[in-house]
């Protein structure tokens, strides 16, 4: 079964940036998106963003959309989220997980989950950014 590992976290101050990366090991990701999720202390898990792992289309929640972007390179089995301008209130542990929509998903209000049938989590980063 596919592992994930989430690396790139990190203490930041506002405004800064950072790098995640996602690495997949004992398996080939073949799902047909991927997304980053976060989860803060307190507060349920919300989605960050997605893209699809053949055509490379990328969607994010209105959060963080214009701030973030999502890339993969399926050659090294692995995702990445640039993170720019990152504020106080992104501060969370990240994950990346096979993602699909959810059924209030709007392009306006983009909204997606992990699938059903992934359970492989792994530990994640965590991001500060502190103000």
């Known amino acids: 079964q596919v592992q994930l590992v989430e690396t790139g976290g990190g203490l930041v101050q506002t405004g800064d940036s950072l790098t995640l990366s996602c690495v997949a090991s004992?398996?080939?990701?073949?799902?047909?998106?991927m997304g980053w999720f976060r989860q803060a202390p307190g507060k349920e898990r919300e989605f960050v963003g997605a893209?699809?792992?053949?055509?490379?289309?990328?969607v994010y929640a209105n959060a963080v959309k214009d701030r973030f972007a999502i890339s993969r390179d399926a050659a090294k089995n692995a995702l990445y989220l640039q993170m720019n301008d990152l504020k106080p209130e992104d501060t969370a542990v990240y994950y990346c997980?096979?993602?699909?929509?959810?059924?209030?998903?709007?392009?306006?209000?983009?909204?997606?989950?992990?699938?059903?049938?992934?359970?492989?989590w792994g530990q994640g980063t965590q991001v500060t950014v502190s103000s």
């Open positions: 004992g398996g080939t990701l073949s799902y047909y998106a």
């Open positions: 893209i699809s792992w053949v055509g490379g289309r990328t």
């Open positions: 997980a096979p993602a699909t929509t959810r059924k209030d998903n709007r392009p306006s209000d983009p909204r997606w989950k992990p699938r059903d049938d992934f359970a492989s």
